[in-house]
Nanobody, 122 residues
Framework: QVQLEESGGGLVQAGGSLRLSCAAS????????MGWFRQAPGKEREFVAI???????SYTDSVKGRFTISRDNAKNTVYLQMTILKPEDTAVYYC????????????????WGQGTQVTVSS
């Protein structure tokens, strides 16, 4: 079992920045892929970014150059630094844990956090 707890969401103006954190507990963190997904009202949950245990990363096209995912294995924590935020980034952001190296669909992830709201005003 893995427990995940996100933090760092909030309200920000367009062009601003936020950093999300996700702390994991319950098992060895080092051989897991950590992902960030988001879900806007009325839309399906979508992939944002992942970082795997060999420090490989992947981003959805709409956030490339603006978001950076990273992990600190000593703290069992994954981060999502978000810059140049846009109103279309508004969503609930979820942290997830899986076992595949480059999985980018929600169905490949086994554990989920409760989500943190990010709202970007125009």
């Amino acid at each position: 079992q893995v427990q995940l707890e996100e933090s760092g969401g909030g309200l920000v103006q367009a062009g601003g920045s936020l950093r999300l954190s996700c702390a994991a507990s319950g098992r060895t963190f080092s051989r897991l892929t950590m992902g960030w997904f988001r879900q806007a009202p009325g839309k399906e949950r979508e992939f944002v970014a992942i970082v795997n245990w060999i420090d490989g990363t992947s981003y959805t096209d709409s956030v490339k150059g603006r978001f950076t995912i990273s992990r600190d294995n000593a703290k069992n924590t994954v981060y999502l630094q978000m810059t140049i935020l846009k109103p279309e980034d508004t969503a609930v952001y979820y942290c997830a844990v899986g076992y595949e190296l480059y999985a980018v669909i929600p169905e490949k992830y086994d554990y989920w956090g409760q989500g943190t709201q990010v709202t970007v005003s125009s």
